[in-house]
Structure formats: C-alpha cells, structure tokens
C-alpha cells in the first residue's frame, strides 16, 4: 500500500476532511483505509496528541506496518497492559494513540489527559458512534466541552448504516 493517493476523488475528500471536523462515508471497497491511512501519517508526530477510536488490533498492526514502510519516524502506538501513570507520561510524548474507548474514558475522567493538550481525534467506523449509548460518543463530548480547537473526523464506509 502506498500512502500517495494517485486518484484525485481520494486527495480532494482527504483536503476536504482536513479543513475541518467532519465525517467521511465511501463505499466499501473505495479506499477509505488509504485516506485514513494518510491521516494516521499526518498527526504522526510527537508535536500533537491524536487519538485513535475504532479500530481492530490486527487492523492497528496493519496500519503500523504500513506507515514504517513509507519511513514515518514516530509511529502509532498501541495503548494496553499499562498502568494509569505510565499511560499519562505515554500521552505526554505525543503522537498518534491506537488506545481503546474504554481505557480513554478512564483517563479522560481520572484527568491522566489534560484535554487541551489533545490535538484531535480520528473515528474509525463512525456509524457505530451513537449519542445515546456509546462510550465513544461520552469521549468526544467531554473532549469537546473542554477543547474547542480541536479536530474529530469521523471514516466510515457504511453509509446503509448511518442513513438506517
């Protein structure tokens, strides 16, 4: 996989997405995981905290294999098995955290984050992100009441279940 996005309908809804919060529905099978990709590329670095809701373990090794071939220096990493204390110094290295909702809603709550240091977050699977009862959705609107600079862009490629 290369992480150049050679067709132009993915560079403009990745320049679209970039500019401001918002939510990316394709089609299953149109390249969704390359934009996404892109965007993993892009907030890896230790300057920003971004974190990462929604994804798979095998699909987060994926991902991070697929970046350490395109040379990305400051990788994803897989936040589990750790202490509350060695997750809060992990955050405060930066970067992009493959971190999973339940873990983040602990830290969020116990202050391990300091919200205004967290530069966005990126939804894998958005259509599974309800405002009634979904852990993910709490995340976001506690990140949001108290951060209002930051970035949320949601992927999904279900459109069938968002419309449903």
């Known amino acids: 996989l290369r992480l150049n996005m050679s067709l132009s309908f993915h560079k403009s809804m990745f ?5 401001e919060d918002g939510l990316l529905v394709m089609g ?12 993993l590329q892009l907030y890896s670095d230790p300057h920003s905290l971004v974190f990462v809701l929604n994804v798979q373990t095998d699909e987060q090794l994926l991902f991070i294999e697929e970046l350490a071939l395109e040379g990305v220096s400051c990788l994803p990493k897989i936040v589990s098995d750790m ?11 930066g970067g992009v955290m493959f971190v999973s909702s339940n873990i983040l809603i602990l830290d969020l709550l116990n202050k391990r984050i300091p919200t205004d240091l967290i530069s966005g977050f990126l939804v894998n699977q958005a259509h599974n992100v309800s ?10 609107r506690i990140y949001r009441q108290s951060n209002k600079r930051g970035f949320i862009k949601g992927f999904s490629d279900n459109s069938s279940a968002i419309i449903g």
């Open 15 to 19: 320049a679209e997405l970039l500019e």
């Open 131 to 140: 405002d009634v009862s979904c852990i993910e959705a709490f995340i976001l």
């Open 28 to 39: 299953s099978g149109m390249g969704l995981h390359q934009i996404f990709a892109k965007f």
């Open 83 to 93: 202490t509350g204390p060695e997750r809060a110094n992990l955050y405060l290295e």
